[in-house]
């Protein structure tokens, strides 16, 4: 779902609806959304990945979509040159696996890497269960369809001007009143 759907954005650039790559729906502590991974961790749970079992990259690919119960799918674009980077640290090695696909194992140098990080490991595996457990599924089409439905009103809403003083308290009525209705679904 978050790799399709992307946010749009006010004359600020600040995201004001929607999923994109970075939202997982996780807050951070400072309220805002957080990354499906941060810089670095993506080799943690690729090299976790291996570790448990030899996988292809696109074994793996698809081993992290079934994590984040399909919510989130990394690209060819960034698995790949992370395979490449775990190779040329010595944490992973490339065995013949038929065809022109690799491959891929740990390393005795890899698995010392995965032990000595085992916390950062665990927590990354368990925000994956949490996405996949919130997220999983995705939303029916139909929400989607009526969230959408109401993004572009109020974005046609905004184009005819500024918002009025009664306009801004109607509006606000008629969201908290749809997320008081959610929130007792």
């Known amino acids: 779902m978050f790799r399709h759907f992307r946010g749009h954005r006010h004359e600020h650039g600040h995201k004001i609806w929607g999923r994109g790559r970075h939202a997982l729906g996780l807050g951070t502590r400072h309220g805002g959304r957080r990354r499906a991974f941060e810089q670095g961790d993506l080799r943690f749970v690729i090299l976790k990945l291996i570790a448990d079992e030899p996988r292809h990259g696109y074994d793996i690919i698809k081993a992290i979509e079934e994590s984040f119960g399909g919510t989130y799918t ?5 698995v790949y040159p992370t395979l490449t ?8 090695t490339v065995a013949p696996g038929g065809g022109s696909k690799k491959l891929y194992t740990v390393t005795s140098e890899g698995q010392t890497f995965l032990n000595d990080n085992k916390g950062t490991v665990e927590a990354l595996f368990q925000r994956m269960d949490k996405a996949r457990r919130t997220f999983g599924g995705g939303l029916a089409p139909e929400i989607l369809r009526a969230m959408q439905n109401f993004r572009t009103a109020f ?22 009143t749809a997320a008081a209705t959610v929130e007792r679904s």
Do not use: C, H, M, Y
């Open 74 to 78: 990394p690209s060819p674009g960034v």
């Open 85 to 92: 980077l775990l190779e040329d640290q010595g944490f992973a």
């Open 155 to 176: 974005e046609l809403r905004l184009e005819r001007g500024p918002l009025t003083a009664e306009e801004i308290a109607t509006i606000a009525k008629a969201i908290d």
